[in-house]
């Protein structure tokens, strides 16, 4: 089990530029979710796919972020001109699909940007 | 839609002493319910979960949580901490109909030798 796999770990930007961040899921994994984490706060949604389907956008996610999962595997997460208040853990989360019983996210160790 | 408030920011306690995390949620739907773990430079953790049945539910680490629908709580224990358990912990609540999972702002347990 190779778990959740975000890359890069860093990035620091500045302020104007575009970002991708990539994340691999568990291979057998058809839920893909990205979260943001700002320091002392909790993660908040940002997006969910089931398979390529993007299913849900959270209204965080302004127009300067989009999300990819083009073959339903991998996904992307860009952020265009990016600000300031970018600046956060972007955690990437992934988990079966499995009927009626909900299954637990397993989360990657997160991309943290900086924007300066 | 769900929230969850976790009462305590910051919880400092000396090693083998018990502790409890609290952790309220609202909701107008039923739930299932979660608390993570987030060690330092680490992503979270699942520590444990509560979908139905009993509500008392174990977890790993020796880490324990009842689940109480009158109060609406889902307060974590454990029995005797060690430094190890030095970390974030994040309560956690989605609706039993989609997964639309929330988080508390966490609370930072700091075990002292």
């Known amino acids: 089990d190779t778990g959740v796999s975000q890359d890069p770990r860093h990035k620091i930007t500045k302020r104007g530029q575009n970002v991708t961040f990539r994340c691999d899921p568990i291979?057998?994994?058809?839920?893909l979710y990205w979260y943001r984490q700002t320091l002392g706060q909790g993660p908040e949604f940002l997006t969910y796919f089931q398979n390529e389907a993007q299913l849900e956008k959270s209204r965080l996610l302004s127009d300067r972020f989009s999300a990819e999962r083009p073959k339903g595997s991998f996904s992307t997460l860009e952020i265009q001109r990016t600000e300031q208040g970018d600046s956060a853990m972007y955690l990437c989360?992934?988990?079966?699909?499995?009927?009626?019983?909900?299954?637990?996210?397993?989360f990657g160790n997160g991309t943290r940007l900086t924007v300066t | 839609a769900q929230s969850v408030t976790q009462l305590d920011s910051q919880v400092p306690v000396f090693e083998e002493a018990p502790v409890e995390l609290r952790c309220n949620y609202s909701?107008?739907?039923?739930?299932?319910l979660f608390w993570y773990v987030q060690y330092p430079n680490q992503g979270l953790q699942l520590l444990l979960k509560y979908l139905s049945g009993s509500t008392l539910v174990k977890g790993i680490n020796g880490f324990e949580a009842e689940f109480n629908k009158s109060q609406t709580s889902f307060h974590l224990r454990k029995p005797s901490v060690h430094i190890s358990d030095t970390a974030e912990y994040f309560c956690a609540v989605t609706p039993r109909v989609r997964n639309d999972m929330r988080f508390g702002a966490g609370t930072r347990l700091t075990v002292k030798p």
């Open positions: 909701s107008s739907v039923s739930v299932y």
């Open positions: 291979s057998e994994h058809n839920r």
């Open positions: 989360a992934s988990s079966p699909s499995t009927g009626t019983d909900l299954s637990p996210l397993h």
